[in-house]
């Protein structure tokens, strides 16, 4: 069973019950203030010989969470507690409570450790033991309980007692404590110098790089060249051993072949790591996603980041590091093998951990941990394993290879036959090490080497074979249906689905895991099966040189099925259980490109191309431009493949608002497809609606409409009537006559859209899905809403399955249906709509994006239908704030606020203020929607009843019969009265009463004009 606390002693030392009494007092205070009993482990048998005790209690030794030792002269003078306290401090780490699980209580005065009587080894020992928290009980030692009426005892006695309340708690805070980290190795052991030095930089508000000493320089810290020597695990042991005290969480973050900081962090976002999402202008500017990243640091409690396996020294720039909260908000722990000289930065705001290799004693626990009751069953194994340590001079990787492999092989002298198959070299270049540094390499190459050899033999064709395959893949992102695949070529029963341990696949995969030659990832599927391992990248390099196939070829047959992976992905991106590969792809295409492969460039292209569409554009962008320079420099100047390049950089170019450079690019592709195909080829087609989308985006609607109209030509001429494409182009063309107000025109385009997507797509894309909420938008502008409102819902539940509750197109079409509410005069749904789109929009964007400001802008119009005026003015006024900070003073979306705002003021009798806000709101509308436009007319009616208030009769006249003009327009291009028109003449009837003019019926001035609604 597990224990709360594990009592060491000297057993003379409880001769008259001292410790026994010790053991009875935290017992009582414990269960007083827990309320339960505190599970203690207090052995007072005498011992009868080291294997029997060892075998006694090495299980509820590591089964504590904290270790009281009572010391004593007697007791630094026993082996056996020596032991006890040595291998409880081996194995701290996976306490979570490094450095804080053992209590030392002083009973007797120990030895001076400066004294040059006492034992070199009991000195180091003894100062050890009085770097941690310490307590004094010597006075209840030599005069018994009744001591402990004195206040100072009392006192420490209570100290005591609250330490190990507050160290058994540690455990309950760390299993609160959130993280992505990958699963920590059970057999870790040691490396408590190196944990101890981290913990005390981290205290410190410094940088923590972890790595391997350079060369014997003291406090330099770096890995030089070669890797094994556990800078991954050092770091994840340092997370998991003090859990507790990140309550904010602790977040392993990959780094190879990163050169940004900035782009690194982004995978706090991507990983869902920290429950964010990025806005959409943050996914398209780098620098605002960092700032993001920083707000989102600060909002938390205390956190761990973990830079893992930095290759680029650029990634650690002052520049951004030291914008990360240095206020004890946030430890930053960075592994690498680069040099300390290559890291920038100040030295004293870094300090360099040195990973060296494994200390002998140290090196045989982690031999014997893999052991059955984590021991050798014999002293002579024991011995031939201490052998094979020294053999191997402590190099981590090495050690554990060796340590995995006799772990499973259980004949009685495993470790002796092990010893004797190493080669004898190996003994020579062990020797030369310690005067030798180029020896040293060569021998850590050497010793993985041959002790890998080992575990490599027993492996069955069907393991050995997807290692083998594995070492080409990105070393943490061994995609395992991958593996499956490639393969199958030549172990068809891998076909077998799905992957269980049972088949021929999941056999194999789980030999690999079992030897660690794979490692989880954590990334699983639905039911949990593992998608990608890990392994380690100098294993990788050692399996790929051993393996026994044509590397090109089996790299040509990986990256195929890569771009397979890509083409499926781009079928089945909706299906959220595919999106784990776009990792995997990105890391290959990363990998391919460091290496100047051909076929790299390809797939870094299709992989852009992913990270376009899921919206990481700080990702998408540095490929998109790579592959652009590669095929520049490959091909001659006007080659389409430079069309297609720069069309893609152009479109994320576009959804990152930066349009003139995009335009350049977009005209730039336009010319080579029209030069390379004709003029009149679907690409060409494609590229003109490319440059049209610009032109819409910047306002420039007369230069955009050609271009549609000539894209849908071609695609009408080249492809079938059902086609994707020929759906885009009405798409496109039907917003833009909608933008214009020919919304007859803009009507039938939109409905053929909708009947070629549900021709050529499923009836719930989203695509149907967008294409619905675009008409039932046009149909509500139309005054048609029973038309309108089926169409929104059934858009809205097709967006709630293909992206969930909380995606902004959810929020979008929420709030496009709470206004077909707010027109049937069902407030009390249109609110609560409208509220849960202002709650996702300020979810997924930043506070002052505009999808925030509209959501902002239809509650207060709710709020002001609703007659809360003092509820919905801060609301117009925040809203009017955001659209004129984003899109400028002159937009309508200004005009929106600008005339709701005026009209509330009307209400509150704010007249003069409400006057120049509609005058400013008509002009806005008049210049950027058209004379004509219903818009205008509900500004014109606006104001001329502000003036009709105020007694300004003939003002007003002109104005209502204005607008009442564009409503019958409106009423001839529709088919419907505008729902203002009855408000409108109403009030135009009474002023001209109160004016004393003839009282005639407007609505029947203007029924000859109307013409009858055309047939549904």
């Given amino acids: 069973m597990p224990f709360d606390l594990f009592i060491s002693y000297s057993r003379r030392d409880n001769e008259r019950g001292q410790v026994t009494a010790l053991k009875a007092q935290i017992e009582a205070s414990f269960c007083a203030f827990a309320g339960r009993d505190l599970r203690v482990f207090f052995d007072t048998h005498e011992i009868a010989g080291m294997d029997d005790w060892r075998q006694k209690i090495q299980r509820s030794l590591r089964d504590s969470q904290v270790f009281l030792a009572v010391l004593s002269p007697r007791y630094v003078a026993s082996p056996y507690c020596h032991w006890e306290w040595e291998d409880y401090v081996r194995y701290e780490a996976m306490r979570q409570c490094l450095g804080e699980v053992v209590a030392p209580v002083f009973f007797v005065t120990l030895p001076a450790a400066a004294d040059p009587k006492t034992d070199q080894a009991i000195a180091r020992w003894i100062d050890e033991i009085q770097r941690r928290q310490t307590f004094d009980l010597r006075p209840w030692n030599d005069a018994g309980e009744q001591v402990l009426e004195q206040a100072h005892v009392k006192k420490t006695l209570e100290e005591l007692n609250n330490s190990v309340r507050d160290r058994l708690n540690r455990s309950d805070l760390a299993n609160k404590s959130p993280n992505n980290l990958i699963k920590h190795n059970p057999a870790f052991v040691g490396r408590v110098r190196e944990l101890t030095d981290l913990r005390n930089a981290l205290t410190k508000n410094k940088l923590g790089v972890v790595g391997a000493r350079e060369g014997q320089m003291p406090g330099r810290a770096t890995v030089q060249g070669l890797g094994g020597m556990g800078k991954t695990e050092l770091a994840l042991a340092y997370a998991h051993a003090f859990a507790w005290d990140y309550p904010g969480g602790r977040w392993q973050i990959p780094c190879e072949h990163v050169t940004d900081l900035r782009v690194a962090l982004l995978h706090l976002a991507n990983a869902n790591a920290f429950n964010f999402e990025f806005t959409q202008d943050e996914k398209k500017n780098i620098a605002l996603a960092f700032e993001r990243v920083l707000r989102e640091l600060n909002l938390r409690e205390r956190c761990l980041l973990i830079l893992d396996n930095v290759s680029d020294p650029n990634l650690l720039q002052p520049e951004y590091l030291d914008r990360l909260p240095r206020d004890g908000r946030v430890d930053l722990i960075a592994t690498t093998r680069l040099a300390p000289r290559a890291i920038p930065g100040a030295a004293n705001g870094q300090t360099f951990i040195a990973v060296d290799e494994l200390p002998e004693e140290d090196a045989l626990a982690l031999m014997r941990s893999h052991q059955p009751e984590d021991r050798f069953a014999r002293q002579q194994e024991d011995d031939e394993a201490r052998a094979i340590v020294r053999l191997l001079r402590g190099f981590t990787l090495a050690v554990e290879t060796a340590a995995i492999y006799l772990g499973r092989d259980t004949a009685p002298d495993a470790c002796r036959r092990f010893r004797e198959r190493l080669s004898p070299d190996l003994l020579r270049e062990s020797e030369a090490t310690a005067i030798d540094s180029a020896v040293a390499v060569r021998h850590r190459v050497r010793s993985l080497e041959e002790t890998l050899a080992f575990t490599l033999q027993t492996l069955t064709p069907e393991a050995l074979h997807l290692l083998e395959i594995a070492s080409l893949l990105p070393a943490d992102q061994i995609a395992l249906p991958w593996l499956k695949s490639v393969g199958a070529e030549k172990f068809p029963a891998f076909n077998a689905y799905p992957?269980?341990?049972?088949?021929?696949?999941?056999?194999?995969?789980?030999?690999?895991?079992?030897?660690?030659?794979?490692?989880?990832?954590?990334?699983?599927?639905?039911?949990?099966?593992?998608?990608?391992?890990?392994?380690?990248?100098?294993?990788?390099?050692?399996?790929?040189?051993?393996?026994?196939?044509?590397?090109?070829?089996?790299?040509?047959?990986?990256?195929?099925?890569?771009?397979?992976?890509?083409?499926?992905?781009?079928?089945?991106?909706?299906?959220?259980?595919?999106?784990?590969?776009?990792?995997?792809?990105?890391?290959?295409?990363?990998?391919?490109?460091?290496?100047?492969?051909?076929?790299?460039?390809?797939?870094?292209?299709?992989?852009?191309?992913?990270?376009?569409?899921?919206?990481?554009?700080?990702?998408?962008?540095?490929?998109?431009?790579?592959?652009?320079?590669?095929?520049?420099?490959?091909?001659?100047?006007?080659?389409?493949?430079?069309?297609?390049?720069?069309?893609?950089?152009?479109?994320?170019?576009?959804?990152?608002?930066?349009?003139?450079?995009?335009?350049?690019?977009?005209?730039?592709?336009?010319?080579?497809?029209?030069?390379?195909?004709?003029?009149?080829?679907?690409?060409?087609?494609?590229?003109?609606?490319?440059?049209?989308?610009?032109?819409?985006?910047?306002?420039?609607?007369?230069?955009?409409?050609?271009?549609?109209?000539?894209?849908?030509?071609?695609?009408?001429?080249?492809?079938?009537?059902?086609?994707?494409?020929?759906?885009?182009?009405?798409?496109?063309?039907?917003?833009?006559?909608?933008?214009?107000?020919?919304?007859?025109?803009?009507?039938?385009?939109?409905?053929?859209?909708?009947?070629?997507?549900?021709?050529?797509?499923?009836?719930?894309?989203?695509?149907?899905?967008?294409?619905?909420?675009?008409?039932?938008?046009?149909?509500?502008?139309?005054n048609r809403l029973a038309e309108a409102e089926p169409l929104i819902r059934r858009a809205l539940a097709i967006s709630e399955a293909a992206y969930g509750q909380n995606h902004p197109y959810v929020a979008t079409q929420l709030n496009n249906l709470a206004q077909m509410l707010l027109a049937t005069n069902r407030l009390t749904e249109a609110e609560s709509l409208i509220r849960r789109a202002l709650a996702i929009s300020e979810a997924a964007h930043s506070q002052d994006h505009p999808e925030v400001a509209t959501c902002l802008g239809n509650l207060a119009t709710l709020l002001f239908v609703a007659n809360r005026l003092a509820e919905a003015e801060p609301l117009y006024r925040r809203a009017l704030l955001i659209f004129e900070t984003s899109y400028g003073r002159n937009d309508p979306n200004v005009a929106f606020c600008l005339n709701n705002l005026a009209r509330l003021l009307q209400d509150t009798n704010r007249l003069s203020e409400a006057e120049l806000l509609m005058r400013r709101a008509l002009a806005i509308r008049e210049a950027s929607c058209g004379e004509d436009h219903p818009e205008v007319a509900i500004s014109l009616a606006d104001l001329a009843t502000l003036l009709q208030v105020t007694s300004r009769l003939t003002e007003a006249a002109p104005l209502y019969r204005r607008a009442l003009d564009i409503f019958v327009k409106f009423t001839r291009l529709t088919g419907q009265p505008h729902p203002h028109f009855d408000g409108v003449n109403g009030n135009y009837r009474a002023l001209l009463t109160k004016m004393g003019g003839p009282r005639m019926n407007v609505w029947k001035r203007f029924a000859n004009l109307f013409r009858p609604p055309p047939p549904s």
């Fill in 499 to 782: 992957i269980e341990p049972n088949t021929a696949f999941g056999q194999a995969e789980e030999l690999l895991r079992g030897l660690r030659l794979f490692q989880s990832s954590g990334v699983v599927d639905e039911d949990g099966r593992l998608l990608v391992a890990r392994m380690h990248r100098l294993v990788q390099q050692l399996v790929a040189q051993r393996a026994g196939f044509e590397k090109e070829q089996a790299l040509e047959r990986l990256v195929g099925h890569a771009e397979s992976k890509c083409k499926l992905l781009e079928q089945g991106w909706l299906d959220w259980s595919n999106r784990w590969e776009i990792e995997p792809l990105r890391a290959l295409a990363e990998e391919l490109l460091a290496l100047n492969y051909a076929k790299g460039f390809y797939l870094a292209h299709e992989v852009a191309r992913h990270l376009h569409r899921f919206a990481r554009y700080a990702e998408a962008e540095p490929l998109m431009r790579r592959v652009l320079a590669n095929d520049e420099a490959r091909y001659s100047k006007g080659h389409p493949i430079d069309a297609t390049a720069f069309n893609n950089l152009a479109c994320l170019l576009g959804d990152t608002n930066r349009l003139g450079d995009a335009e350049a690019l977009m005209r730039s592709a336009l010319a080579i497809d029209e030069a390379c195909h004709g003029k009149n080829h679907p690409i060409v087609a494609t590229d003109l609606n490319n440059l049209a989308q610009a032109f819409s985006r910047a306002n420039r609607l007369a230069e955009a409409e050609p271009l549609y109209r000539r894209a849908l030509a071609i695609d009408e001429a080249a492809e079938d009537p059902d086609h994707r494409a020929i759906a885009r182009d009405l798409t496109n063309l039907g917003a833009l006559l909608m933008a214009t107000n020919r919304l007859t025109d803009a009507e039938s385009l939109m409905r053929r859209a909708i009947a070629v997507d549900e021709a050529s797509l499923d009836k719930e894309h989203p695509e149907v899905g967008t294409d619905l909420n675009n008409l039932a938008t046009l149909l509500h502008r139309m």
